[in-house]
């Protein structure tokens, strides 16, 4: 399989205080991802299950993803997973990312969190897209829904950490039934490689409570909903919900059995189809964007600031910094932008005004 290029991999600090790992790539529209219950950025991108979705949506999207609290390179020793917990790791990376409007991908577990955050930020959510996701996954369970949840529970208590992977083969079935043995193999270890076993079970405990469907009413962005026929993981009647409750949406089922669609799947085309089509009405970004994909807020706004005029000593009072730290951005900067020699400040300044492309580092 070929390769995807680089991906620029951040680090950003929630409310709470805890650090949440992200990473950009591809080029297009902005498009964040809310994550899924097991992700490892770096593990994932050379992944045979997940390499042909990252390298398709980064050809017509600019593709912000992140590992959630105690997941991948998050940080991991963290108790809170309730929901709003969850929304303020979605905002902080939001706003980290510099993008001031962009479409929103809710991924499986990710649906409550993008339902309630585009729902507080209507001005900031250009479109939604819902994959194998859902408002919530409980709302009304029946006898037969609360025993699977406990054995489910159980397996994760007795197994997840165990050296060979049998107990988590169980979550792979499930997830991807379709797949060969070698994708069946990389997702037993990521589930041991992205979150322990007693993360995973509080995680999980807390993301059932989690239930966002009195605010789909308030969802009037255009939303596209594409999911699974035969899904195991995430039953496609709750597709049907989000398609009945938002607003504005198209239902687009897709003839597979997998919760994670293949790439020899036939219904892959039509799934990056569907997605490359609903994106295109938001355009390519803007040329501040192409500089927010590889600099900090903090570094795109000093530069800003030089492009008014202003020199080390006025830029270092304008946002209550010594000089030595406005230089130290600089230099940053100008790693990030391959620039070197005298007229380094000068050319990243061009590259603000004119809005050049810029290399993305892994």
Known sequence: MRGIGHQDVRFCRAPDGVRIAYAVH???????????????LQHDWQSPVWQHF?????RFATVVRYDERGHGLSDRDVDDHSLEARIGDMAAVADHA???????????????????????HLDRVTRMIFYGSYACAMRDPTPEDLAMSDAINQIIKVGWERP???????FTTLMIPGATEEQMSWLDELQRVAVTGET??????????????DDLGRLRMPALVVHSVEDRMNDFEHARTLATLLPDVRLVPLESRNHIVL????????FV???????A??????????????????????????ADGLDNDAIAGALTLSVRTVERHFQNLYGKLDLTGRNARTAAVARLHAGAPVRTHA
């Open 26 to 40: 591809g080029d297009g529209p902005p498009l964040l991802v809310t994550t899924c219950w097991l992700s490892h």
């Open 54 to 58: 990252l390298r398709d949506l980064g």
């Open 98 to 120: 510099g993008f001031d409007r962009f479409a929103v991908m809710a991924m499986s577990q990710g649906g409550p969190v993008a339902i309630r955050y585009a729902a507080e």
């Open 164 to 170: 060979t992977p049998e107990f988590r083969r169980v």
């Open 200 to 213: 995973a079970y509080v995680a999980r405990t807390q993301r059932l409570l989690a239930d966002a469907t």
């Open 263 to 270: 790439e020899d799947e036939p219904a892959w085309p039509v």
């Open 273 to 279: 189809e569907e997605i490359e089509g609903f994106m």
């Open 281 to 306: 009405a938001d355009g390519a970004p803007t040329a501040s964007a192409a500089l927010d994909r590889v600099l900090s807020p903090r570094e795109l706004e000093v530069l800003r600031l030089a």
